[in-house]
């Protein structure tokens, strides 16, 4: 039964072409024949345009909507192809069933679109959305001198609590208790890691402010002086380096140098607890873009966490187990994001970390 249907369906001899409607009249033919061909051309290339740019702009909304649109259009397309078949085949069951499909389509995606409209309407247009961005970019210049002026003049009164305090100790020590003693070193302490924190203040100021200047940077050899300068001041350590060679960027020199000292830094801090720590630079191939990493075998984090990982002053060990401030990361997404890049982490808690990062197109100015 099956069967008799499907060969009924794609019988044809019952049925005259449609060619006999044209008299198979040679220019008529030709006429349509040429016209249908390129609606249906047409017809095919704008789904590919469509589906092409909903895969590069993922972020879109209503990207279903695209979709729809092109499955509806491919639908026209084939009708249209259907019509030069039916000239000389006349199998107008299959070309009736692509007709009955192509109105389906169609009258899907109108009515999916009626209530598109008035959400598609409240979307903000580019003149709408320029002018946010410019006002966002005004207040965070107006933040960033604020820290900055903040932070600077911060430094003369911590100077003067910490001089003072010093001088009392110097000049009072004998006739103070040694409780006494004790809280005065506890305050000089105290005024020590704020000043800490305002060097971190500034820097992070600093690196929002500071012009890019672009040019080939080594970071191998970046690498190899950190790693250099790190191991003068702890020749104890025994650390096992591995320096991927010729990874060159493009970008600012001395801001790529501060984004190697923080991540070689934390790695060479994070690891001081190994018996056989090793800190790796490398760097893998994308389809977009070269990513480079580096990775440790230390005391690694919790991915719960990683929300935290790149915000100023937030910090997943205590003080007491790693010292630090909280604002290495944070300076270097600020870094990575000014050269129009990206940056990302993975670790495992006493199994070390990898901070993987892309460097997309450098810009000159401020952000």
């Known amino acids: 039964m099956i069967?008799?249907?499907?060969?009924?369906?794609?019988?044809?001899?019952?049925?005259?072409?449609?060619?006999?409607?044209?008299?198979?009249?040679?220019?008529?033919?030709?006429?349509?024949?040429?016209?249908?061909?390129?609606?249906t051309l047409s017809y095919y290339s704008i789904p590919i345009t469509l589906v092409y740019f909903a895969g590069k702009r993922p972020e879109?909304?209503?990207?279903?909507?695209?979709?729809?649109?092109?499955?509806?259009?491919?639908a026209c397309g084939t009708t249209h192809l259907m019509e030069i078949v039916t000239i000389y085949i006349p199998i107008y069951w299959v070309s009736g069933s692509i007709k009955a499909?192509?109105?389906?389509?169609?009258?899907?995606?109108?009515?999916?679109?009626i209530p598109l409209v008035p959400k598609a309407l409240t979307l903000h247009s580019p003149d709408q959305l320029e002018a946010t961005n410019q006002e966002l970019r005004l207040v965070n210049k107006e933040l960033e001198a604020f820290s900055y002026s903040i932070s600077h003049d911060l430094r003369a009164p911590l100077r003067g609590i910490d001089g003072f305090t010093r001088i009392v100790m110097e000049t009072q020590a004998d006739r103070l208790e040694p409780e006494g003693l004790e809280q005065?070193?506890?305050?000089?302490?105290?005024?020590?890691?704020?000043?800490?924190?305002?060097?971190?203040?500034?820097?992070l100021a600093r690196v929002a402010r500071t012009q890019i200047h672009s040019q080939p940077v080594d970071l191998s050899r970046l690498a190899e002086d950190i790693l250099s300068a790190l191991?003068?001041?702890?020749?104890?350590?025994?650390?096992?380096?591995?320096?991927?060679?010729?990874?060159?960027?493009?970008?600012?020199?001395?801001?790529?140098?501060?984004?190697?000292?923080?991540?070689l830094g934390n790695a060479w801090k994070f690891t001081s607890k190994q018996s056989e720590a090793v800190i790796e630079l490398g760097c893998q191939k994308s389809a977009k873009a070269p990513i480079y990493f580096v990775r440790d075998n230390g005391a690694g984090f919790d991915m719960a966490y990683?929300?935290?990982?790149?915000?100023?002053?937030?910090?997943?060990?205590?003080?007491?187990?790693?010292?630090?401030?909280?604002?290495?990361?944070?300076?270097?997404?600020?870094?990575?994001?000014?050269?129009?890049?990206?940056?990302?982490?993975?670790?495992r808690v006493d199994h070390g970390a990898v901070f993987y990062f892309e460097l997309g197109s450098q810009k000159g100015d401020s952000v």
């Open 3 to 39: 069967q008799k249907a499907f060969h009924a369906f794609f019988d044809s001899s019952s049925f005259m072409p449609h060619g006999h409607c044209y008299l198979w009249l040679r220019s008529l033919l030709i006429l349509h024949i040429a016209s249908d061909c390129l609606i």
């Open 60 to 74: 879109l909304p209503y990207r279903w909507m695209l979709l729809m649109f092109g499955a509806f259009i491919v």
């Open 101 to 113: 499909l192509t109105a389906l389509l169609s009258m899907t995606t109108a009515i999916a679109l």
């Open 184 to 203: 005065l070193r506890r305050v000089r302490a105290s005024t020590k890691r704020m000043g800490m924190l305002i060097d971190d203040l500034l820097t």
């Open 231 to 263: 191991r003068q001041n702890e020749p104890q350590r025994h650390v096992r380096s591995i320096i991927a060679g010729q990874l060159t960027v493009v970008g600012d020199l001395a801001l790529l140098r501060v984004v190697l000292e923080n991540l």
């Open 306 to 347: 990683i929300g935290l990982l790149f915000g100023p002053f937030q910090r997943l060990h205590s003080g007491e187990e790693f010292a630090g401030n909280g604002v290495g990361l944070a300076t270097v997404q600020r870094i990575i994001h000014r050269h129009g890049g990206r940056i990302w982490a993975e670790g």
